[in-house]
């Protein structure tokens, strides 16, 4: 295993690098932290928007989703995020880029005036994305575990730290330049892998028509009620437009149509990836390893057994580029999160710019050391846990987001009503509390609609100032 842990302590080493030649001119400057100077170019940002959607999940847990739930149930999944670049771009691309600001905190503090909203916001953020980077370090640590040798927990805190201080001290900058590049390493490994798959066998439909003889149960709708089909495809069709990662990114853009187009550019980028690792590697890894224990490992299992030495030391490279681009880009909302829509709120002017660098530092490493920490005892199927961990943010942010850039009437009562209802009622529907036979994430969204027009209808109309600084928002 020596070439594979060589390349991979290469790459992992020129991600630190990175990180510490851009903490040169990013630490004092905060659009340089936290929107690269708003100027990242269009491929650039597409590829970066790409790789920090495609995580870890996408790799090893959408295929593990498809081995165990089938793919009928990953392909809502992977139907609603490819649907949410384009509404993205349509619904708030040009809006939030026009906005000039950081986070979606940001907007929703300047729309809907309540200190509610400005601390409530990045605290869903927190607890939703520190979920999510919890299941980036799953995949990091059972792919070095498999390919490597390496033991699970030695695996996991040697990748956190290298992204934590690569994402702390080089910020957007580092982020943007390592996700290109991991993009483009996630895009050549599953590409390259399911063609050699469909190659052997002559073609994709042969391929999934032995699988699905094989294990009929690949191709058909199990496991569970279509209620959870939908709730998989609605959470990340409303996720995309207002999840903060992929809002920052639209920040760095050059401009309102940059941003548009690297939205759906990325889109095309992952869409290609997750049809074949779907339907070209798991038929594969059903085939061969019917009887897998932890769902996650079909991927590496497939690469273990298909390809050699080399092949798979750039495999784990890829997998650690997918959890490494997504969890950077959750590990700077975090960041900002806390450092600059909590802290910044409360300490205003009246910290220096240097103190301010400390907190962003200082947030990056408390975000990924509890995130570290929970990671020693993972979850199961970490597709279906950081899934359910961005539903909280569809069901809170998507309506008061969009109603409050398009909706004439959104004021401040609908949009904290909104927030609050919306997040409350997927979390009681989440344990069950509330369980009416539906997704969580339609019920909440549903609640959050209703509130938001009750709390239109009963509250104070909206300033013309607010409604003139909206419309602007659309030039």
């Keep these: ?38 100027r990242i170019g269009t491929t650039v940002n597409a590829m970066a928007i790409m790789a920090s959607l495609a995580s870890g999940g996408s790799i090893i847990g959408v295929m593990g989703l498809a081995y165990s739930q089938g793919i009928p149930a990953t392909l809502a999944l992977f139907a609603g995020a490819v649907l949410g670049f384009p509404l993205a771009s349509i619904l ?20 809907y005036p309540a200190s509610v909203v400005r601390y409530l916001v990045p605290s869903l953020i927190v607890v939703a994305f520190t979920i999510y980077i919890v299941a980036q370090l799953k995949a990091a640590g059972i792919t070095a575990n498999a390919l490597l040798g390496i033991p699970y927990e030695a695996a996991i805190i ?58 009929p149960e690949l191709g ?13 495809f609605v959470i990340w069709a409303t996720a995309i437009p207002v999840i903060p990662h992929i809002v920052m990114r639209v920040s760095t853009a050059k401009d309102a149509k940059g941003a548009r187009l690297s ?26 390893f019917p009887g897998l224990e932890d769902a996650d490992q079909v991927f590496l299992k497939v690469m273990e057994s298909e390809f050699p030495t080399l092949i798979r030391g750039v495999a784990v490279a890829a997998v650690l580029a997918a959890v490494m681009s997504t969890t950077d880009a959750l590990l700077l ?9 909590i802290l910044g709120g409360l300490l205003g002017d009246r910290a220096s710019e240097k103190t301010m660098a400390l907190i962003r530092i200082g947030a990056a490493w408390v975000v990924g050391l509890l995130a570290l920490y929970w990671a020693l005892s993972p979850p199961e199927l970490i597709s279906r846990f950081y899934t359910a961990g961005i539903g909280l943010l569809s069901a809170s942010l998507f309506v008061p987001t969009i109603a409050g850039l398009w909706w004439k009437r959104a004021n401040l009562a609908g949009g904290v009503a909104s927030l609050v209802v919306g997040a409350a009622t997927y979390i009681l529907a989440q344990l069950q509390i509330l ?5 969580p994430v339609v019920i909440a969204l549903a609640a959050s609609a209703i509130a938001m027009l009750v709390g239109a209808h009963f509250g104070r109309h909206e300033s013309p100032t607010m409604l003139e600084a909206i419309s602007a928002l659309h030039d």
């Design 1 to 38: 295993m020596l070439v594979e842990r060589v390349l991979v302590v290469l790459y992992l080493a020129g991600c630190v690098g990175i990180g510490i030649f851009a903490s040169r001119k990013v630490l004092g400057s905060r659009d340089e932290y936290w929107v690269a100077g708003r």
């Design 92 to 111: 708030v691309a040009r809006q939030l880029r026009n906005f000039g600001k950081y986070t979606i905190t940001d907007f929703l503090a300047f729309r």
């Design 158 to 215: 040697f990748a956190t730290l290298v992204f934590i201080v690569y994402v702390s001290f080089g910020g957007m900058v580092a982020i943007t330049w390592t996700d290109m590049i991991q993009g483009a390493l996630m895009l050549i490994v599953v590409l390259g892998a399911g063609v050699a798959m469909v190659w052997r066998v002559g073609s994709p439909l042969a391929l999934m028509r032995q699988a699905t003889e094989a294990a």
């Design 220 to 232: 058909q709708v199990v496991h569970q009620p279509v209620a959870s089909y939908l709730g998989y």
């Design 263 to 288: 939205l759906n550019l990325a889109m095309l980028a992952y869409s290609a990836m997750i049809l074949v690792a779907v339907l070209a590697i798991v038929p594969v890894g059903k085939l061969h």
């Design 333 to 341: 909302a975090c960041s900002s999160a806390i450092a600059h829509d």
């Design 435 to 439: 369980d009416l036979g539906i997704a």
